[in-house]
């Protein structure tokens, strides 16, 4: 048997690779990094969905009940997805399953947000090597103010055998 060029590689360990269900914990929690929410995230979000809605679109709508650009949570939603995605889902998430979201406060082009991410339940399936894992998303601006929270269930893959 010949090695191939992965072969001599394979005892490195992954960077960025997130936790199989096996390495974590009820409990255990952690922050993201923060990201600035940019014009060009709100322009490529509205368009990409069809969210036209005139509180996104028009920075001085009149009949706005708050003030500023707004942004839509589900846009907030999706960029700290993307934060947890590079840091504890890469290669270890099967399926998103379930999300249960509120939104508390506005978030608005130029805010800093940022989340806590805590281990709520771990539930091994009866499938091998995988998991149930339910954790409490907190997303913050930068003032430290709770602008939306969700509670996520995904599938996540365990160690290999």
């Not at 500023?68 to 939603?77: E, F, S």
């Not at 960029?79 to 399953?97: D, P």
């Not at 947000?113 to 539930?123: G, N, V």
Request: charged content about 20%; hydrophobic content about 45%.
């Amino acid at each position: 048997m010949t090695d191939t060029a992965d072969d001599q590689f394979d005892t490195l360990p992954v960077l960025g690779r997130g936790p199989y269900w096996q390495e974590l914990k009820i409990g255990v929690a952690g922050r993201t990094l923060r990201r600035t929410v940019t014009e060009s995230d709100l322009v490529n979000f509205i368009g990409t969905t069809g969210m036209l809605e005139a509180i996104f679109i028009d920075a001085d709508y009149p009949g706005a009940a708050i003030p500023g650009r707004l942004v839509p949570a589900a846009l907030t939603q999706c960029l700290i997805e993307g934060l947890l995605f590079q840091s504890v889902i890469q290669g270890v998430g099967l399926a998103l399953l379930e999300v249960h979201l509120k939104a508390h406060a506005p978030v608005r082009v130029n805010d800093s947000i940022w989340a806590t991410l805590d281990i709520q339940d771990i539930r091994p399936t009866s499938k091998s090597g995988r998991a149930v894992v339910t954790s409490e998303v907190k997303v913050y601006n930068q003032h430290a103010l709770l602008v939306l929270s969700y509670t996520v269930k995904r599938m996540t893959a365990g160690r290999p055998d």
